[in-house]
């Protein structure tokens, strides 16, 4: 099992930055690609990032590529979402999540592990 706790969230204008952490525990932290997906009401969660465990590969989808930067702490069992000039469009629930293995996969049914979320606000 893996529990994620993810913080960080806060209401900020545009342009400015943010960075989300997720600390996680359990035996298969290091072993499972760890991700950053957001929700907005009523639609379906989107992917954000995601970095490998095994070398640090990452990858991002293209509304966040040049702003956003995924990064893990191995010995903290931490990842983080530094994301800066931000959009009202990157409001939402930011959820941090863990797989069980190595994935390259955008979906988030190929995540089992989840944090409680934290929200994002980006207000004109």
């Known amino acids: 099992?893996?529990?994620?706790?993810d913080s960080g969230g806060r209401s900020v204008q545009a342009g400015g930055s943010l960075r989300l952490s997720c600390a996680a525990s359990g035996?298969?932290?290091?072993?499972?690609?760890?991700?950053?997906?957001?929700?907005?009401?009523?639609?379906?969660?989107?992917?954000?990032?995601?970095?490998?465990?095994?070398?640090?590969?990452?990858?991002?989808?293209?509304?966040?590529?040049?702003?956003?930067?995924?990064?893990?702490?191995?010995?903290?069992?931490?990842?983080?979402?530094q994301m800066n000039n931000l959009k009202p469009e990157d409001t939402g629930v930011y959820y941090c999540a863990a797989a069980a293995s190595s994935t390259s996969s955008l979906s988030p049914r190929s995540y089992a592990y989840w944090g409680q979320g934290t929200q994002v606000t980006v207000s004109s």
């Open 27 to 81: 035996r298969t932290f290091n072993s499972g690609t760890m991700a950053w997906f957001r929700q907005v009401s009523g639609e379906e969660r989107e992917f954000v990032a995601h970095i490998s465990r095994y070398d640090g590969r990452v990858g991002y989808a293209d509304s966040v590529k040049g702003r956003f930067t995924i990064s893990r702490d191995n010995a903290k069992s931490t990842v983080f979402l």
């Open 1 to 5: 099992q893996v529990q994620l706790v």
